[in-house]
Nanobody
Framework: QVQLQESGGGSVQSGGSLRLSCAAS????????MGWFRQAPGKEREGVAA??????SYAWSVQGRFTISQENAKNTVYLHMLSLRPEDTAVYYC???????????????????WGQGTQVTVPH
């Protein structure tokens, strides 16, 4: 079992930045991928960024603005978000995949454990 706790959300002006954190506890040694997803009001949850043993993946909408990183000593994954836009407003979720093979690191079905989410708001 893996427990995930996000933090770092908030309200920021357009063009601003935030850093989200995801602290993982429990059996994390077998985690193949850690991902960040988001869900805006009235929209489906979408993959934003993932960090796997094979590398990093980003959604096209955040490439060049968001960076995912991992600090293994703290079992923490970060999402550094720059140049935030109103369309980035969403609840952001951290997720962990324990699958032996991950084909789609930005796909929800690849992930086994989810955090509760943290709200990010970028007003118009």
């Amino acid at each position: 079992q893996v427990q995930l706790q996000e933090s770092g959300g908030g309200s920021v002006q357009s063009g601003g930045s935030l850093r989200l954190s995801c602290a993982a506890s429990g059996y994390t040694d077998g985690s193949l991928c850690m991902g960040w997803f988001r869900q805006a009001p009235g929209k489906e949850r979408e993959g934003v960024a993932a960090i796997c043993r094979s590398g990093k993946s980003y959604a096209w909408s955040v490439q060049g603005r968001f960076t995912i990183s991992q600090e293994n000593a703290k079992n923490t994954v970060y999402l550094h978000m720059l140049s935030l836009r109103p369309e980035d407003t969403a609840v952001y979720y951290c997720a962990a995949s324990m699958k032996s093979t991950v084909v789609g690191p930005l796909q929800e079905y690849e992930y086994d454990f989810w955090g509760q989410g943290t709200q990010v708001t970028v007003p118009h």
